[in-house]
């Protein structure tokens, strides 16, 4: 049973540029949220997808959008980098109707992908 | 702006020793409080999810406990091993948002 997988898992970009980061659930999870990670942070909620749209999002400029396609699978899009966008981007997936197993959402992280701006 | 609060930052404990740390957070309508823990190099995991008052917790040497009306939770660890040295997030689940708190760092001295 495959996990969250994300993808790249470094990358480095140069302030000005785009960067595209892809994730895939969870077999059998339908929702997608994105966290980042900064330095001495704890994972601030980006946004959550669910049936393709944006379902909620967190204290983030439109320079972070993103996507979720019928597979579930999702990417997060980041415009205008800046050096303080270097962070460790963590996916985790859920199953929407809730886990049966803990009695709520419980979210499955992936390794993350860190992007680094210079 | 919802604030998880946790407490404290960093801890270092000896092996074989227990410890808690504490999770606070707005004692408002939430759906449920989470609790993760995440080595290094590793993805997060889920150790426990509770969501009424008064819920405790048991995996192993570790549990945790929830007061929903002064918004708290604490974290115990009895008999630490080097296992147990990772971060430990906690998170409230409200409005459709899981939020984190910065968590607690735990390194366990040999």
């Known amino acids: 049973d495959a996990g969250v997988t994300q993808s790249p898992t470094h990358l480095i970009k140069t302030r000005g540029q785009q960067v595209t980061l892809r994730c895939s659930p969870k077999?059998?999870?339908?929702?997608v949220s994105w966290y980042q990670q900064a330095l001495g942070q704890g994972p601030q909620f980006i946004f959550q997808?669910?049936?393709?749209?944006e379902r909620q999002r967190g204290n983030f400029p439109d320079r972070f959008s993103g996507h979720q396609f019928p597979n579930y699978s999702s990417e997060l899009n980041v415009n205008a980098l800046l050096l303080g966008d270097s962070a460790l981007y963590l996916c985790?997936?859920?199953w929407g109707g809730g886990d049966s197993a803990w009695g709520a959402n419980v979210l499955t992280f992936g390794a993350g992908s860190r992007l680094t701006v210079l | 702006i919802l604030n998880v609060e946790q407490s404290p930052q960093s801890l270092h404990v000896q092996e074989g020793d227990s410890t808690n740390f504490t999770c606070s957070f707005p004692s408002s309508n939430f759906y449920a409080l989470h609790w993760y823990r995440w080595e290094t190099a590793k993805s997060p995991e889920a150790l426990f999810v509770m969501t009424l008052n008064g819920d405790e917790k048991k995996k192993g040497r570790i549990s945790a406990t929830l007061n929903t009306k002064e918004g708290y939770s604490y974290l115990y660890i009895k008999g630490s091993q080097p296992e147990d040295s990772a971060t430990y997030l906690c998170a409230l689940d409200r409005d459709d948002k899981i939020i984190f708190g910065k968590g607690t760092r735990l390194h366990i001295l040999p």
């Open positions: 997808y669910y049936e393709e749209e």
């Open positions: 985790a997936s859920i």
């Open positions: 077999s059998g999870h339908d929702t």
